[in-house]
Structures are given as C-alpha cells and as structure tokens.
C-alpha cells in the first residue's frame, strides 16, 4: 500500500512541485468558487438565460481562440516562472474589481462580460505557460506523473470549490466568494517565489526558432499528433461545455438552489478527480486507441446523463460523465505533450489548449442555443452523440492507417523522439 501510494504521489518529491501544487490547489479552488458564483450571477440578473449564459462563457473563452497560440510562443521564448506570476497577479486584480462591484450592489451584467473578457486573456498566456512549465519543474521522466498529478488538484478544487461556493453565496452572497477568489491567486504567486530557479530543467529561453508558423508546421507534419488533436477539437466543441449545461439543467429540470447546483458540479469534478489518480500510474505515452476509445466512452456517459431522471441519478451520471472526460482529455494531452520536442512544447501545448478550449466560445454559444430551444437536457446529448460519432470516425482513421506509421514529412529525429517516449 505505502509502495502503492508512493508511487502515485512520486512527482511530489519534487520540492518546485511541491510548492507548484500547493499554491494551484488554493487558488484553483478560488478560481472554481468564482465560476459558480459568477454563473449563479448570471441566472440571477437575467432570468435564467441560457444564452447570456453562454455569451459570459464565451467571452471568456474567446481570447484563447485568438490569443493562445501567441502566449504559447511567448512560452517559448521568455521564462515562464515570470510569466505565470505576472499572470496570476493580473488575475487577482480582475477577480478583485468584479467582486467590489457585486458587494456594493452595483454589479450589471456588462460588468460579468468585461470581467470574463479580460480574465479570458489573461488564461490566454497562462495556460499554455502553465502546462508546459510542468515539464521544466520535474523533467520528462516524471512528467505523465505530475501532469495527472496536476488534473488531480485541479479535481479537488473542482469538488471543493462550487461546494463551498455554493453554501457562501447563499450565506454571504456572490460577492464574497469573488472577493475570495481575488485573495487566493496570492498563493500561486507565493509559490513561485518560493521556487529554487537553479533545480528547473529548462530548455533555454528562445533556443531555436520561436515563430509561431514553425510550430503549426512542425506539427502538421506529425501524424501521431494531429490525430488526437482534431478529435479533441470536435469534442471540445460539443461535448465539454458543462458549464452551461449543468446550471441550466439544476435550475430548470431539477429546480436546484445554489447549494444543490454546487452539488451536481461536485459529483461532475469527483469523477475528474478519481480519473487523475487513475492516470497517475501511466509511465509512458498512451497509444492512439486509448484516445479514440476514451471519447467513444465519454459520450456514451454524456447521453446517459442527459436522460437522468432524478437529481440523485443526474449526481451518479454526471460522477461517470466526469471521470470519462477527464479520462479522455488526459490521454489527449500525455499523448501530444508527450510526443513534442522541449523546444516547441509551449507552441505545442498552445495548440491543444486552443483546440480544447478556443473552441468554448463557439460550442457554449451553440449548446446554450440548443438548450435554450429543445431543452436543458438536449445540451448533453447532443455533446455525447457528436463525442461517439467523433470518436468512431477517428478510431476508423486510425486503423486505415496505424499508429507507427512515419510523421508526415518528419524529420528522423521526430520520429525517434515518438519511438523512445512509447517505449519508455
């Protein structure tokens, strides 16, 4: 059991890590109670709109379509220690102004659209940062670890956040919850200033080219990446947009109050979370099969949460729906992140955040549309039985043409970089 449990936890030996991890878990968990208490906010102010709703998530996804592949080359080429914590500092300022402005009363929905807006460009530059920093913080032989590793404390601040966030609107109001949020970035920043700079394994800063157009291409020539990144495109579009499906559904199919609310986002984030401890066992590059299977079994889980007919079994479907797609998106990510050279993982990384969730604005908009038109629960299905269709369609490609086939038009280099990590 002890040998067992250290090995799970193996990346955390790490001591950069180990401060890394800390300061994400508190300010995560900020950042879960916010999205709660801005999404109730929304309901509130505008009658349980389902597309106002899906207009705030696209806000603050929109920047990622645009911005994230310019944040992943300044990934690339500046440190990225600085940047996360010039990120998380402008953050904190954001998520302070909105929570002043629900406190005194005077907050509008124009105020939740800028806010979103702004935080989404801010998450433009730091995510691809913050993903691939991961690497420079334990190297690559413990990178699957630490990157489950880093799923799970963010599932944990899934499961704690819109919980706590749930009772504290209801006590104290959305307002404080922001204001919360706003305080808890200060543990990331702390963190990295704790860091010992000399102990990071870092690709020097600028080595080689950092374009942005040598990145596009020196992943279209990989077919062992572009594979998994298209599926990830098409189930992030339609199948991961739980934030506007899950309050519609509390409010409309369920009549929840906040409490209840943070509750089916609980049960959503504690499959994410037994998902992460699950791949902390993975050693080496998944195989393309696994991707295209998980997101076979993701929109299985997704269709069957949608015909929940109680809040109980809507609580055990959504528990299954997000343990599948943290399943899925984990295999995506080790198989990309994995299957990159160090020197264009920022650009890399950026891609797949842009694919995963640039593509938010627009399948928010839709999804909230649908809902909006057919019902809460049309939101769900439609996610699950495009996720299937997807995951079919690219498990068929994948057998026309298997997966040790050559990258296209790779270098021999890339393809012995690909060989090693599957064997490892």
């Known amino acids: 059991m002890r040998t067992a449990l250290a090995h799970t936890f193996r990346s955390l030996s790490v001591r950069n890590f180990r401060l890394f991890a800390a300061g994400q878990v508190v300010s995560v968990t900020g950042t879960w109670m916010m999205i709660t208490a801005q ?61 002043l402005a629900a406190l005194t009363g005077t907050v509008r929905l124009t105020h939740l659209y800028v806010a979103a807006l702004g935080i989404g460009m801010v998450n433009a530059v730091e995510i691809p940062t ?16 630490a990157s489950a590793l880093s799923t799970a404390y963010f599932s944990i601040a899934r499961v704690m956040g819109p919980a706590v ?30 860091m010992r700079p000399g102990e990071l394994h870092r690709v020097p800063a600028g080595h080689g080219s950092s374009r942005i157009v040598d990145g596009l291409r020196y992943v279209a020539s990989r077919r062992d990446l572009t ?19 899950l309050p519609l559904i509390a409010r409309t199919v369920f009549g929840a109050d906040a409490a209840s609310f943070g509750l089916l986002t609980t049960a959503l984030a504690s499959g994410s979370l037994l998902a992460a401890f699950v791949t902390t066992a993975r050693r080496s590059r998944p195989s393309s099969s696994l991707v295209t299977g998980s997101a076979l079994l993701l929109g299985l889980v997704e269709v069957i949460a949608g015909w929940a007919p109680t809040f109980v079994a ?39 955040t842009l694919i995963l969730q640039g593509t938010t604005p627009l399948g928010s908009l839709l999804v909230g549309g649908v809902s909006g038109a057919l019902g809460a629960r049309s939101g769900l299905w ?22 040790g086939d050559p990258p296209r038009g790779g270098t021999p280099a890339d393809a012995d970089v690909a060989d090693v990590l599957d064997k490892q």
Do not use: C
């Open 165 to 194: 966030s749930g009772a504290l609107i209801a006590w104290l109001g959305a307002g404080s919850v922001m204001l919360l949020n706003g305080f808890s970035y200060l543990a990331t920043v702390a963190g990295l200033f704790m």
């Open 130 to 145: 913050r993903m691939s920093f991961v690497s420079e913080l334990v190297g690559p032989k413990l990178l699957p670890n």
């Open 382 to 403: 439609l996610g699950g039985l495009v996720s299937m269709a997807a995951g079919a369609v690219a498990m068929a490609a994948d057998r026309r043409r298997p997966d």
């Open 227 to 245: 594979l998994p990144l298209a599926l990830v495109a098409v189930v992030g579009l339609f199948g991961l947009n739980f934030q506007v499906t």
């Open 314 to 352: 809507a609580m055990v479907s959504l528990f299954l729906t997000g343990l599948a797609s943290t399943y899925f998106a984990q295999a995506a990510n080790h198989r990309i992140q994995l299957g990159s050279r160090p020197e264009y993982r920022g650009r890399v990384m950026a891609l797949y």
């Open 39 to 99: 999404d109730w906010l929304v309901l509130s102010l505008t009658d349980d709109s389902g597309t106002a709703l899906g207009l705030v998530t696209a806000l603050q996804f929109t920047p990622l379509l645009l911005l994230t592949l310019y944040g992943g080359r300044l990934a690339d080429r500046y440190d990225k220690r600085t940047l996360l914590v010039g990120a998380n500092l402008v953050s904190g300022v954001l998520a302070l102004l909105l929570a």
